[in-house]
């Protein structure tokens, strides 16, 4: 590699991690319902909010009456939990948004069918 090469590569990798520190420190932190938290009814918080990829949701809820399962698009539309997805339990739980459309559901018995579901697209 002749030298003015290796210059260049340098100088490209040094504007994407600048790229990428701009970007992550521009990250945002949202609470799911806003006051109310994560509750019945929440699904539609979400809409028209520019989420970005790497944006945080916090998700508030009584410990033990809600949990946070993070599923595909087919269990959310369903409303099915599928064994082994990843739920968080803690009440307060804060999850980072990957780029598309993240689904979010509640896992207690009808609570997604009483509106316990977000679906939170995030652009780059
Ligand atoms: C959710 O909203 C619908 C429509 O406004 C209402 O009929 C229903 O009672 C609400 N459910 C809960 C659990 O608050
Ligand atoms: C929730 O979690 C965040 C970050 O993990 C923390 O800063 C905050 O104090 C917590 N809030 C409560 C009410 O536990
Ligand atoms: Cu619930």
Redesign the pocket.
């Known amino acids: 590699m002749s030298e003015e090469k290796g210059y260049a590569n340098l100088g490209t990798m040094m504007l994407l991690s600048l790229l990428i520190y701009i970007h992550s420190a521009d990250a945002k932190s949202y609470t799911v319902g806003d006051s109310t938290g994560w509750i ?2 929440v699904t539609g918080w979400e809409i028209g909010k520019p989420f970005k990829a790497g944006d945080k949701l916090v998700f508030k809820y009584a410990v033990g009456r809600h949990n946070v399962v993070v599923v595909d698009k087919r269990s959310y539309d369903s409303c099915s939990v599928p064994a082994g997805a990843p739920t968080y339990r803690s009440g307060n739980d804060t999850l980072r948004l990957k780029i598309g459309t993240n689904y979010f559901i509640c896992g207690f018995t009808g609570h997604c069918q ?2 316990m579901k977000i679906a939170a697209n995030a652009a780059y």
């Open positions: 019945f009814n009483a509106g």
